[in-house]
């Protein structure tokens, strides 16, 4: 029987590299479309943690894992040689930045490593990490093609970049509309067959390098607006506008305006890392990508911006950052999730410590953080706590916030959402960016 067939009759087997925030939903989907799945990762507190049922993704509850993980459904290993039982495979790993900001693709290039010593006929391989365009053209089908099968006649090649949107209620990993180009037709034909199992929706695309341009195309238009939304923020300071009330404003046309909203800084596995994924690739063809590196740079200027918004609301109660106990609410990248990944928070407070600030933290979704200097545990968020700090900095505004509250009895806040919009306060009690 052959690869499509396999497929169509729910035989094929499915196996996922990387169990994490893309990997995990996934392999959920395909179980829940009918196939068994291997997912493959090196992290063993992972995998054990899968195959108990034990979910380390916010947005796989335990109890949907437990009903998709078993014999029939997913089962997780650290044994890469298990991929050889596998007619698909999904690459999932991550795509960060070396300390130079130039793309890391190793994860990658160890996942098809992996691939290489289990490739056999009639095998699909799908890059689904966020990478630079060419990736899996110049990089992965020399590799697999070294072992003498032929992509598109002997094996298949694909790229797909994930859209997930973590802690999203409305979209999830089935209904957001699957982009996928392979490196032949036949390629696309094939991962698409299989795709349109697990997704509603498949947008094939005539090469893995379009698929791999249109991820950076999305996450390129969610950093550029939002660093110039950043940049107005910094407008309306100087000139004295409440920049929340200019967006709200502008949102009201009805065709030609989309709101973006500034805050502390990007976060996150995806925003801040993939448009220099981008950029860099365009370096290499002698191209400089300047709204790319624009918006970089106001966005990653943000976090220092917070903080001369604490030193003025301090200096206003005519403290010095130098000795002041600051509360930090929320350490997460974004509203209600726990990821704490690039999280401009951990900027804030390590740029609070560096001046000798004692910084604390609350957030009911992340327990503890690591900085280069130890690690903070989060503490609970009490009258007392509200009262003894001499700033309030809210940083991430998760819904369990009880914000009337915190602006009653904090003593001076910086609020960096508009978390605090409608709640009354005496003129000076609140510093908004
Ligand atoms: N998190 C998101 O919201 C999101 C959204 C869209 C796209 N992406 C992209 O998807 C990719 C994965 O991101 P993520 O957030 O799921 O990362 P993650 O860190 O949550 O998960 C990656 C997993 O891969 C495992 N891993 C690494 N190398 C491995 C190897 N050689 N063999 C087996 N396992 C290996 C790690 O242990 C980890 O569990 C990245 O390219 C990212 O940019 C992420």
Redesign the pocket.
């Known amino acids: 029987m052959g690869l499509k067939e396999r497929i169509e009759s729910l035989q094929a087997r499915v196996g996922i590299?990387?169990?994490?925030?893309?990997?995990l939903p996934l392999a959920c989907e395909f179980v829940r479309a009918g196939f068994a799945v291997i997912g493959?990762?090196?992290?063993r507190a992972?995998v054990d943690g899968v195959n108990r049922g034990s979910s380390h993704v916010q947005d796989v509850p335990d109890a949907l894992l437990t009903s998709r993980v078993g014999e029939k459904g997913l089962r997780a290993t650290t044994e890469?040689e298990c991929l050889g039982e596998c007619d698909a495979v999904i690459i999932?790993?991550?795509?960060p930045l070396r300390k130079t900001r130039d793309p890391d693709i190793s994860?990658i290039v160890?996942?098809v490593d992996?691939i290489v010593r289990t490739l056999h006929r009639d095998m699909l391989v799908v890059l689904?990490?966020?990478t630079y365009p060419g990736t899996t053209e110049e990089v992965i089908l020399p590799k697999l093609e070294a072992t003498g099968l032929v992509a598109g006649k002997d094996i298949y090649l694909a790229f797909s970049p994930?859209?997930?949107d973590?802690g999203n209620p409305r979209f999830n990993t089935r209904n957001t509309p699957k982009i996928l180009g392979g490196i032949t037709a036949r390629c696309t034909e094939m991962a698409a067959s299989l795709y349109r199992r697990a997704v509603d929706t498949v947008i094939p695309v005539s090469s893995t390098q379009c698929a791999e341009m249109i991820k950076l195309l999305e996450n390129t238009f969610r950093s550029v607006n939002i660093g110039l939304v950043n940049e107005i923020a910094l407008m309306c300071d100087r000139l004295q506008l409440d920049v929340w009330e200019v967006i709200d404003a502008a949102a009201t046309k009805p065709f030609g305006f989309m709101p973006f909203y500034p805050g502390p800084g990007l976060g996150?596995?995806?925003i801040p890392i993939?448009p220099h994924y981008l950029s860099w690739k365009l370096k290499t063809l002698n191209y400089y990508a300047k709204f790319i590196e624009l918006a970089s740079e106001i966005n990653s200027n943000m976090p220092h911006y917070v903080v001369t918004k604490i030193v003025d609301a301090l200096n206003s109660r005519k403290k010095a950052v130098n000795g002041s106990r600051v509360l930090v609410l929320g350490v997460a990248y974004k509203k209600d999730i726990s990821d704490v990944r690039e999280s401009p928070a951990l900027d804030v407070i390590k740029l609070l410590q560096d001046r000798g600030a004692q910084v604390l933290y609350t957030d009911p979704h992340a327990p503890e953080v690591h900085l280069d200097h130890g690690v903070l545990q989060s503490v609970p968020l009490t009258d007392e706590l509200l009262e003894g700090c001499d700033c309030v900095v809210i940083v991430t505004n998760h819904s369990a916030f009880d914000y009337p509250r915190i602006v009653e009895k904090a003593s001076v806040l910086v609020d960096t959402r508009n978390a605090t919009r409608g709640v009354q306060a005496p003129r000076g009690k609140i510093y908004k960016i």
């Open positions: 590299i990387g169990l994490g925030y893309v990997g493959i990762d090196k992290d992972k890469v999932c790993v991550p795509t994860y160890s996942a992996g689904e990490s966020t994930e859209r997930v973590p996150g596995h995806c993939d």
